[in-house]
């Protein structure tokens, strides 16, 4: 008759998910605010049936809505890195998550200059006769110095230089406050993203380098900048440049920058996790490479050359939302 022999082995149970980490990298990785920027096209053809004030108003509000969602986002990393790591930076990366809502000073007094702006021109229109607020309007705006309508001429003698002046130089002000908004915010992820990559490096994980904002200035939004100058509004130079630098933050700069951060904390956890490193931290669909050929578009390996279904020689793919 066989003997038994126990044994005293025991099988550890699976660790639990990290649910926490799990939504901070799927939010992390999801683009968002698209539809919170304008393109050239629209911001052009709104922007010149409106006076101008459209687009300030849209864009303060659209930009205010999306800083806000970032900061959710960066603060909910925030949070996991304070509660994952002993590092004596996790708690201050915390504090700065917090501080990164957008600047509501700014945006109310961009708004509140260009609604100025549209309540003086109301009062320096005066009830005539000859000429209605319509044309007087017109001849205080986009026809004020053209020789080619007569009565909007002589209406310029009274106070349609007036009425220029508070156009351009109001307009002018508020795009102007609205382009120092994005920028000072693109700066304060910077250092955001700088005190977390002293954190994951401390973990043995590569650095992050935050996208820079860098230059606006795109060869389509400048010529409808010059297209809106050439229509007699000056301000559309400004207003361009500042829908330009809206749109390159909302759908570039932050997407590759939140896309990064999403890569780090995924190699936090798998060297923090190592029984589930294999298929237990699933990349998000957005951080999935996907071939450059339209008609193929196949998932890739991380770091390939080729494409293994198409054989199709792939871009540099680095750290880039599909």
Request: include cysteine; charged fraction near 15%; proline fraction near 6%.
């Amino acid at each position: 008759m066989s003997q038994f022999h126990p044994t005293n082995f025991s099988v550890e149970p699976p660790p639990s998910p990290d649910y926490l980490a799990g939504a901070v990298l799927q939010g992390l990785s999801r683009p968002v605010g698209y539809r919170l920027s304008w393109g050239v096209l629209k911001s052009l053809f709104l922007g010149a049936i409106s006076f101008g004030l459209l687009p300030i108003l849209q864009w303060t509000r659209g930009f205010r809505t999306f800083a806000i969602a970032e900061q959710q986002q960066l603060l909910h990393l925030a949070q996991w890195v304070r509660a994952n790591s002993s590092h004596p930076l996790a708690r201050q990366l915390e504090s700065d998550a917090v501080e990164l809502r957008p600047r509501v000073m700014l945006s109310w007094v961009a708004i509140l200059i260009a609604v100025g702006m549209a309540v003086a021109i109301g009062c320096v229109i005066v009830p005539n006769a000859r000429y209605t607020p319509w044309e007087q309007l017109v001849a205080g705006t986009y026809s004020y110095g053209k020789g080619h309508l007569p009565h909007h001429r002589l209406v310029a003698l009274s106070n349609s230089h007036r009425m220029f002046t508070l156009w351009v130089y109001g307009l002018g002000a508020a795009y102007l406050l609205h382009i120092i908004q994005v920028h000072l915010h693109a700066a304060d992820v910077r250092r955001f993203v700088a005190r977390f990559s002293e954190i994951a490096q401390a973990e043995g994980i590569n650095r992050v380098k935050a996208a820079p904002l860098g230059t606006t200035l795109r060869p389509l939004w400048l010529a409808g900048g010059f297209a809106l100058f050439a229509l007699g509004a000056p301000w559309g130079v400004v207003a361009m440049v500042a829908g330009a630098a809206q749109r390159r933050y909302i759908t570039s700069t932050s997407r590759d920058t939140r896309a990064d951060l999403a890569h780090r904390l995924r190699a936090m956890l798998m060297r923090r996790r190592p029984s589930v490193a294999m298929g237990g931290v699933p990349v998000p669909v957005y951080l999935r490479d996907r071939c450059v050929e339209a008609k193929c578009r196949a998932e890739l390996p991380r770091g390939v050359n080729y494409c293994p279904r198409c054989g199709t020689r792939q871009k540099a793919q680095v750290n880039r939302v599909a």
